[in-house]
């Protein structure tokens, strides 16, 4: 009697045991970023869904995780000849996301490095055929021709790249002194075109402002208060105020008169050339010999 109990218990154990390594096998939990993509005897049978799941253990099924979430690639340093024959170095970061978990599991290997290989044969193919300026200054449209072409080649595998973007460009040393005296050029030009600019422009207005000061004389005398008021705002020991010279024609018309009354026409501001005398019989100044 003893016996069968000890028969009957170690089979209950056996069979508790086999439950126990049948669901540890057999039950898989899938997150809701992954798919469960299940093989039953080396076939391709479903893609399970994110929850609990239940599969025929003891090697039967087997379920292999695809992970849904968008992942980034880092694509190592490549030397790179452009079109105008210029070798730069280049590194690029590849976005890419499985849409797909059957065929990318299915159709490639390993699509994670398959991605890798194929960004790096594309990008020393499109970069070739770009120039270095179109290189730096369409940054956006060669980013978007990588990404075309890294997408097709990737899309039957049901991996979807999303963008490729171009990190880094290294110059040669040269290149870089090269195109550091082109931007200094061309900033002295631009600053040689804006002074001109500004030349042509005061000179205008200062044309305009003499337009006006001619037709009212009396703003040319304000103009010269103006400019004493502000040297005496800077307290200055030496004042230089310029004095118009319509202020003496006054005493000019004076000493005309004075010389029309002695029988003398004198024309206003002439005066005796230097080494010269008057002469004895006309009046006029001759040479001194």
């Known amino acids: 009697m003893s016996g069968t109990l000890l028969a ?8 508790a045991l086999l439950i126990l390594i049948a669901f540890a096998t057999g039950f898989r939990v899938i997150n809701e970023y992954e798919r469960g993509v ?8 479903d893609v399970k869904g994110p929850g609990p799941r239940l599969i025929i253990p003891f090697g039967f099924d087997r379920m292999v995780k695809v992970d849904l979430r968008v992942m980034v690639h880092e694509v190592p340093a490549q030397d790179v000849i452009t079109s105008d024959n210029v070798t730069v170095r280049v590194t690029a970061v590849v976005f890419f996301r499985v849409v797909d978990a059957r065929d990318s599991y299915v159709k490639v290997r390993d699509y994670m490095s398959t991605i890798s290989k194929t960004a790096q044969t594309t990008l020393r193919s499109i970069l070739g055929q770009s120039t270095l300026d179109e290189l730096l200054s369409q940054r956006e449209q060669v980013n978007a021709k ?3 072409v890294i997408d097709e080649q990737t899309e039957p595998w049901g991996v979807k790249v999303t963008a490729v973007e171009v990190k880094d460009v290294d110059l040669p040393q040269s ?10 050029a061309e900033r002295e030009k631009r600053a040689k075109i804006i002074r001109a600019q500004g030349e042509f422009q005061a000179s205008q207005t200062l044309a ?7 037709t009212q004389p009396a703003t040319l005398q304000l103009r010269y208060l103006q400019t004493l008021s502000e040297i005496g705002a800077d307290q200055n020991t030496v004042v230089v105020f310029p004095v118009p010279l ?6 000019l018309q004076l000493k005309r008169q004075e010389t029309a009354k002695n029988g003398h026409k004198v024309v206003a501001g002439d005066a005796p050339a230097v080494g010269t005398r008057p002469s004895a019989g006309d009046g006029t100044g001759g040479p001194v010999s």
């Open 175 to 184: 290149m870089q002194r090269a195109m550091a005296l082109q931007a200094e």
């Open 8 to 15: 009957v218990v170690v089979v209950v154990a056996v069979l």
């Open 146 to 148: 990588l990404q075309a």
């Open 208 to 214: 305009d402002a003499a337009k006006v000061i001619g």
């Open 246 to 251: 319509d202020m003496f024609e006054p005493f």
């Open 38 to 45: 299940v093989l039953r005897l080396g076939r391709l049978i």
